[in-house]
């Protein structure tokens, strides 16, 4: 049988929801399963990468619920640091050994891996974790564009959607290295979700 080269980094409670924060895992006990099964669905390899908050000090497996600006004081942008180093090594080392990134998949409302949104509180704003701001730093030193998908449990059509257009640049892409005439310059994707302060 021949092996898939697709592959997404996938943060680590996608898989594993027992590391969140205690009380946030609501929606699904173990993986995030319209994530898993879009993956199984397609023969995607699943990298999983390390969860910066249950390796932060101030962190842990049985913390309590915090934003980022209190993790900004307690040492997790230099555990995100050290985490986004590794993971762009890799994934710089599986491109160039031919393998097709098609994404970076994080969990919305995160303080180290949310895409698109956070929260204070009931209020939501348009920021991102402090692990993702390391890891784009890092892929962008790298020169690697991979895009990046914030998933907000709440809002699965809509995931539904953005994993699908994965599929559908990646055929394009495809077809334009065939030398099919396709035009796609210019067209702007939109990672974002909804505004819907339901999550936390």
């Known amino acids: 049988m021949k092996r898939s080269r697709r592959c997404v980094f996938l943060s680590h409670c996608l898989l594993a929801q027992a590391v969140r924060a205690k009380g946030l895992a609501k929606y699904f006990a173990g993986a995030v ?39 900004e004081k307690r040492g997790l942008r230099e555990t995100s640091a050290e985490i986004a180093s590794r993971q762009a090594a890799y994934m710089h080392e599986l491109v160039e050994a031919g393998f097709e990134i098609l994404a970076v998949i994080g969990m919305e409302f995160s303080p180290a891996c949310a895409v698109t949104y956070l929260n204070k509180g009931p209020r939501i704003y348009r920021d991102r974790g402090i692990f993702m701001e390391e890891l784009q730093r890092e892929l962008d030193r790298r020169q690697l564009k991979i895009p990046f998908i914030g998933v907000g449990q709440r809002w699965l059509k809509k995931l539904d959607r953005q994993l699908n257009e994965l599929l559908d640049d990646e055929l394009t892409r495809l077809k334009t290295g065939s030398g099919e005439a396709i035009e796609c310059e210019g067209r702007k994707r939109d990672f974002s979700l909804p505004v819907h302060p339901i999550d936390v």
Do not use: T
Request: aromatic share 8%; net charge negative.
């Open 33 to 71: 399963k319209p994530v898993v099964q879009f993956c199984l669905d397609n023969d995607i390899n699943m990298m999983q990468m390390p969860c910066p908050e249950s390796l932060c000090a101030a962190g842990g497996l049985e913390r309590e619920p915090h934003g980022k600006a209190w993790y």
